[in-house]
Each structure stands twice: as C-alpha cells, then as structure tokens.
C-alpha cells in the first residue's frame, strides 16, 4: 500500500491572531504557525498502518511557507519519503487552489491511500479531503479512525454525532480525512529531526501556478462580536473560587 | 434562480433537528429569490420524513439503509445535474463535510463551509458568516448563486409547524460503489450518563497531564458532579469516549456546566452551548470559551480545582 499523507501548517490559535489592513484576511507575516493538528493524527495513523502491514509512507506539504521542518520531523517520525511541492505560491494561497494543485500531483503519483487530517482551522473553503475525493473522482470519506488494509482494500470507521460509527470497506485509489489516529501521535526530540533534515533530503516536485477555482470571496474577517461575554471574576484562585462557591449557593446546586 | 437543494439527515428515524433547520432558512430564502425547495434524503427510513420536509419536491436515494458516502455523493451530484440548483445546503456534520467540499469540487462551484447564518442579497445571491480558527474569527462571505454551504447545526431555530405533503420521487442512482457498509457501531454507554448530570465538571486539554484529573474527580465528588471533557483528552486515551462532549461525542443540558482549560471550538460548543449556567475557566483571555459562558475567569485551573474542593468541604 503506497501512502501519501499531506500536511500543512496553520496559524498558532494560542497566539492573537492579528488582522491584515484590508479585513478580510490574516496578517500572515506577523502570526507564528504551528503543524494543523489532525494532520499530525494522519500521520500518524499511516506509520501505524506501515508498521501493522508494511505500507509504505510519503509525506507531502505545499511549499507555501516554512514547512521543511515539518517534513523533516515526518521523515524522523518514520515516514519514508518526504516531498515538498515547489511553484510560485504562498501563505494566502486559498484552500481550494491548494486542493488543485494537490490533486494535479496526486493524480499521476500512484499513490493507493491519500490521508488528512478531517479539516484545519483555516479552511473555511470546504475540507481538502473531500475536495481532492471531488476532484480526483476518488471514493473518499471523512471523520474517519480505524484506518486497515484488508486484502488490496482499506477498511476504515467512520464517526457520526453522538458516538455512532460506521464501519466501511473500499477499493483504492482511496481518501481519508482522519479524525484520530489508534494512538496519541508519538513524539520525536528535536535533536533527532535537526540529524534527518542533515542527512536526509525533501524531494522536491514542480507544481503548478496558480490554478483558477470558482472562489467565493471573503468580505471581512473580525473577531466575533461579544453578543453576551461572560462576566468575568477577577482576581487569583482564591477569590475565583470564592464567586463559584456563592454562585453555587445562590443556584442551590451544591449537594 | 434553479432550487435550492436541502440533504437531508435521518437520526433514529426522524429527520436531524440541523436538517429541520436547513429547511426552514431555505424556505425564507427560496420565497426571497422566487424559487423552490429541493430536499434530498438516502434510504428508505427517510421516505417519511421528505414527505412531511415542506419541501416543494424531494428526492430518495433508496438503496442500501445506511449513509455510504460514495453512494450519498453520486445521488447528490445527480441532483444537481437535473435540477441546476442555485443553492445546495447540508448540515456541517461527517455528511456535510463528506459530500459538501465534495461535491462542490467535483461540479465546479464555490463553496463555503462552517456557515452560522446564511441570508440573501439581491440580484440572486447570498451573504453567510462562517465561524473560522477554532471560533476565534468570524468570516463575511459573499456566496455566488449556486454555491455549497455547509452550516454547523443549532445555528438558527427551526420552524415549529411545517404543514403540507411533499411528493417524494424516488431517483436511481447508476453505477457501482466502490465502498461498502461492513456495520454500523452503536454507541458505547459506559460507566456513566453524562448527559444525566445536572452538574458537570468538563475537562480540557488545559488539564495538561492525566495525573492532573485526580483533581477534577475531587472536585466533582465535592460538589456531587460527574467528569465529562473534551475531545483531546479521550483522544489521549485519559477518559472514556462516554465522557466526551460535542460534535462527535454528547450533547449536554445540565444545571451548570464547568468548563476547565477548555478553548470552547465550535465542535465543543455544539454539545454544551444551551447548559442552563456555563462557568469557564481558561487561562487565555480571548478564548471563545467565553462568548457562551455566563461567568468566567482567567485563573489556572490547576491551582483553582483543589482550593474549590476544599471551599466545598472535600478531599482534605
Ligand atoms: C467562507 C469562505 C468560503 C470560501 N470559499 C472559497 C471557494 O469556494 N473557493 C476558493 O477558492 N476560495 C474560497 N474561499 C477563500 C477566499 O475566497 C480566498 O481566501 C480569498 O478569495 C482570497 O482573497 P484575497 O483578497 O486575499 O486574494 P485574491 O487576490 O482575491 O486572490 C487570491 C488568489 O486567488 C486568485 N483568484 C482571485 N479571484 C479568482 C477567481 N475568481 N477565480 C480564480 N482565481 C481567482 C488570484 O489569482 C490569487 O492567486 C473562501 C473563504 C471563505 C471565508
Ligand atoms: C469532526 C470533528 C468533530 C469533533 N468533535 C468534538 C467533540 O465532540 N468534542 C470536542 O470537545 N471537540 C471535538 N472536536 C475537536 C475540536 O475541534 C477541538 O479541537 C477541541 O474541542 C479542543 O479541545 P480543548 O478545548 O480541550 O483543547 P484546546 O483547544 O487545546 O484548549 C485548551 C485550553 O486550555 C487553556 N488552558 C491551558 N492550560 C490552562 C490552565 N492551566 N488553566 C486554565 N486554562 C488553561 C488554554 O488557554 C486553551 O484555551 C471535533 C473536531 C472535528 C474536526
């Protein structure tokens, strides 16, 4: 089984998220960028398939940044192959044109199994699992876990609101957005990964400009407007917990 | 304009209330544009509920009983096709995100997720907002004529009454699925029923440390609470799935809902956000946490949680 897992990076959400002077999008410049969360989920769950059943695994990231690093850290973490997709693009590249030029490689790679993350924080344009499974006219499914390979085909379950799940199987060329992986990603120290970035190489793969994507355009990014914060309790533990214990007796909710 | 397309979610046998919500915006929104409402349901347990949408018409992708998206997308797009839809809603949930990116990639049209309203413009088209970065921003979007919109459930009320039949005409959907359904999984019920509790003591990422929770369990004996949390930390393997609130895990209405180290993501929102008191303690300031609380504070929730059970006469 040939595995591409595609990662990104995304803004910091523990950081302010500072706002460029037109509105309608993010000072991309002055934020600091961490790896999106559920793809660190998918890749997980591929070395967890490669090390269950020998699948061989590529990590791909779109050159729209710093992303060497992550791409390192995947090839320290067990991935086989790292590939880093190289055009005229940046940052601001929409979602959707990244899922052009993603699906444009994939599409002649020969890849089996394409996983993702279930969505990122910023991709408000619709989650790339199911835009590459659109474009590709792949079988692909999101909110997935569970992820095994099964005789050529690939078993997965899929989650649903309020706990239930589905179990399916399916033919491959095949993509997942992955929700968790079977274990909390693992973790590699730095030292390791500065070791692969020297004596490892990205391989590096031409992409197109670019592409054109009916687009739907933002008009204002803001922060939301407070339609009824929440009073707040100044002051340290101590008087915190004061306001709760009066909050409870006022309520009558303390057993 | 062409209709505009509801997909339809069944859950235990009737339609999702995020479905009933769809439909009752759409049927304000079709009378602004002069068109019609479209609704599209899978299975045969769906026939009842498109019946009796309010819909103008209704589609039924009959076939296999369960969702198979593969299946759910084939239907959807052949929808679009014969219908040339001006507008295609789905709830944000696995369906929506399933077939809404997909769909709108594989037909060419924009596409705008995470909506939390949707009106119209003149001239045939719409304006939504959609909530982006875990909920610390807000995106105005301007949404073309016959674009995808995916919008998270319990973004707006639906209507009471719907009354009238709608036809419902079955549609056949060619080719073979490369998926197939093996099971379906029930959920898992656990120790104990969170969405029973009429105090909750809701742990998050915040909590930093599974050692940590002995502090959130003495907390809830104290005040004769049960633990619930967020996704991360049953992710972590450090709570039961039964525990989890949200999207993918329990909605909850207790009495009051504490929330400790939680950001407050829209998909945690979802499952908590109509609790009757909600007290939030992040350390972060600008957490959306707070945009639905009623009370809240800055505090460290490690330093908070053991002063509070010795406030309330437990663990000493
Ligand atoms: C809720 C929401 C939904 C969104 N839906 C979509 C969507 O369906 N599709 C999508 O691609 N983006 C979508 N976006 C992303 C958003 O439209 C882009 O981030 C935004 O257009 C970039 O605006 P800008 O002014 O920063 O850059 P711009 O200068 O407007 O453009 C950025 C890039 O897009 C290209 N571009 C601009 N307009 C077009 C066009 N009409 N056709 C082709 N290329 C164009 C430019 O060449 C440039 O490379 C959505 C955003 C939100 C908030
Ligand atoms: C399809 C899908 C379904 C999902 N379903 C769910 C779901 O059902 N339930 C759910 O919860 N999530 C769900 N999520 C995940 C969701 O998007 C968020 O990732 C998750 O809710 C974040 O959990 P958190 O708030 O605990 O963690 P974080 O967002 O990491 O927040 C931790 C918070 O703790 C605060 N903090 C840290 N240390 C302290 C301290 N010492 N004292 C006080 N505060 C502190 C931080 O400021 C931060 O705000 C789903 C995601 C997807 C894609």
Redesign the pocket.
């Known amino acids: 089984m040939r595995i591409a897992v595609l990662v990104k990076d995304v803004p910091d959400l523990v950081e302010e998220l500072e706002l460029d002077e037109?509105g309608?999008?993010l000072a991309v410049d002055d934020l600091s960028y961490v790896p999106s969360e559920w793809d660190d989920q998918a890749l997980e769950e591929a070395l967890l398939l490669k090390e269950a059943s020998g699948a061989h695994v590529s990590a791909v990231a779109l050159d729209t940044g710093d992303v060497d690093n992550m791409l390192y850290t995947a090839l320290a973490k067990g991935a086989d192959r790292a590939v880093k997709l190289v055009g005229d693009y940046d940052r601001?590249?929409?979602?959707?044109?990244r899922a052009r030029i993603l699906a444009d490689y994939l599409a002649g790679a020969g890849y089996d199994l394409v996983m993702t993350g279930v969505q990122a924080v910023d991709d408000?344009?619709?989650q790339i699992a199911g835009l590459l499974g659109g474009m590709l006219g792949w079988p692909h499914a999101s909110v997935v876990r569970d992820v095994a390979v099964d005789s050529g085909a690939v078993r997965f379950v899929q989650e649903y609101a309020g706990g239930r799940m589905a179990e399916f199987r399916s033919s491959t060329p095949l993509v997942l957005g992955v929700q968790a992986a079977k274990k909390p990603p693992r973790y590699v120290p730095i030292a390791r990964i500065r070791q692969v970035s020297r004596s490892a190489a990205l391989e590096e793969v031409e992409a197109g400009g670019?592409p054109?994507?009916?687009?739907?355009?933002?008009e204002r990014l803001y922060r939301p407007e407070a339609q009824g914060h929440a009073t707040m309790w100044d002051g340290d533990a101590e008087q915190v917990a004061a306001a709760l214990v009066a909050l409870l007796d006022e309520q009558h909710l303390r057993s | 304009m062409g209709p505009i397309i509801v997909v339809v979610e069944m859950q235990s046998d009737a339609m999702s209330p995020a479905s009933a919500e769809l439909l009752s915006r759409a049927r304000q929104l079709a009378r602004a544009q002069s068109t019609r409402v479209v609704a599209l349901g899978f299975g045969e347990a769906a026939r009842g509920a498109l019946g009796s949408s309010g819909a103008d018409d209704a589609f039924l992708a009959a076939g296999a009983d369960a969702y198979v998206p593969t299946q759910a997308e084939a239907a959807l797009r052949q929808v679009l096709q014969e219908t040339a839809a001006g507008l295609v809603l789905l709830p944000n949930t696995t369906m929506g995100m399933d077939l809404g990116a997909a769909t709108?990639a594989a037909e060419g049209r924009?596409?705008?997720?995470?909506?939390t309203s949707l009106a119209a413009v003149e001239g045939g088209a719409f304006k939504?907002t959609?909530q982006?970065y875990g909920g610390k921003l807000v995106?105005e979007?301007a949404v073309p004529e016959g674009?995808v919109v995916t919008v998270l459930p319990g973004s707006w009320p639906a209507d009471e009454a719907v009354s009238g039949t709608t036809p419902v005409r079955d549609l056949v959907v060619a080719g073979e699925s490369p998926m197939e359904l093996v099971r379906t999984i029930e959920p898992d019920t656990g120790d104990v029923d969170i969405t029973r509790a009429d105090v909750l003591v809701s742990v998050g990422r915040g909590i930093q440390d599974p050692d940590n929770l002995e502090l959130a369990d003495e907390l809830a004996e104290a005040l004769g609470a049960v633990v619930s949390c967020s996704r991360p930390v049953v992710d972590a393997g450090w709570l039961p799935r039964a525990r989890q609130v949200g999207k993918s895990g329990q909605t909850v209405k207790p009495k009051l809902y504490l929330a400790l180290g939680i950001s407050g993501a829209p998909e945690h929102l979802q499952g908590m956000k109509d609790s009757e008191i909600i007290v939030a303690i992040n350390s972060d300031p600008t957490a959306p946490i707070f945009e639905v609380a009623h009370y809240g504070a800055t505090c460290d929730i490690l330093e908070l949680m053991p002063i509070l059970t010795e406030r309330l006469g437990g663990a000493d």
């Open positions: 037109s309608r999008g601001t590249l929409p979602g959707r044109q408000l344009d619709g670019s054109s994507e009916s687009l739907a355009a933002i | 709108a924009p596409m705008v997720a995470y909506a939504a959609s982006v995106a979007v674009s």
